[in-house]
């Protein structure tokens, strides 16, 4: 499956949201980090923030809703024309009714879980998502370590989407970087989502490229 660069802009300078989103053209989607401060113990923004984004990024946008009662909150991103919307297994009482709702409203669904999830349970639900978002770090903040531990489930999830020739995106999140891409993509994951790695270097383009070609060479 193609590789997707998505930098996180949860490393961003907020400040300078505008220039921050301009800086990573080169990448194929924005990851933007929804945070409500009980799915996570960090706080991020909401959907007018959100949309404003949107309006204002020149590559569509990979929504990552950190936030409990997804059922209720995530056809709202769907709605304001986020191009992918993750939303969490352990946050949604109802996954595949809230995935037909996402799709229904024009945007990708997608199935996030954390390091201590299980993708077991959902294995056999794999069609009616577009993306399983496997988190290679405890969601709520930016700059941690890469867990090694979490890659037997993305291997798992990358056979079951291939057996069943499904094409499915299977994204992985955290700790990504120029070390650890290659294990990643060598697991089974293609979309690639990095927040440090590339809003910490000055050239964000070369830094976007640097982790296509790392991946590129780990999945031939
Ligand atoms: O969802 C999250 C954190 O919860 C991520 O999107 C991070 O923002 C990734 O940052 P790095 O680990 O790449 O610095």
């Known amino acids: 499956m193609s590789i997707r660069i998505h930098p996180s802009?949860?490393?961003?300078?907020?400040?300078?949201?505008?220039?921050?989103?301009?800086?990573?053209?080169?990448?194929?989607?924005?990851?933007?980090?929804?945070m409500d401060n009980h799915f996570v113990p960090n706080l991020t923004f909401g959907p007018p923030v959100v949309e404003r984004i949107r309006e204002v990024s020149p590559i569509p946008i990979d929504a990552h809703l950190m936030i409990e009662q997804a059922d209720r909150h995530a056809p709202v991103y769907a709605d304001m024309?986020?191009?992918?919307?993750?939303?969490?297994?352990e946050a949604s009482a109802a996954p595949v009714r809230l995935a037909r709702e996402i799709r229904a409203l024009g945007a990708k669904a997608s199935l996030a879980i954390r390091p201590a999830t299980p993708i077991e349970p959902y294995i056999d639900l794999l069609a009616e998502f577009d993306q399983i978002l496997i988190m290679t770090v405890e969601p709520g903040f930016g700059g941690q370590s890469f867990l090694d531990v979490c890659?037997?489930?993305v291997t798992r999830t990358r056979q079951a989407i291939d057996d069943a020739g499904l094409e499915v995106q299977l994204q992985v999140d955290g700790g990504v970087s120029a070390t650890t891409v290659a294990r990643a993509v060598a697991a089974g994951?293609?979309?690639l989502v990095a927040g440090s790695a590339v809003y910490s270097a000055e050239d964000r383009t070369a830094a976007i490229e640097e982790l296509r070609e790392l991946a590129h060479d780990a999945q031939r």
């Open 189 to 191: 994951a293609n979309v």
């Open 151 to 153: 890659l037997p489930k």
């Open 81 to 89: 024309g986020c191009a992918s919307v993750s939303f969490h297994a």
């Open 9 to 34: 802009i949860l490393s961003c300078d907020f400040s300078r949201l505008s220039e921050e989103l301009d800086a990573i053209s080169a990448a194929d989607m924005a990851h933007v980090d929804v």
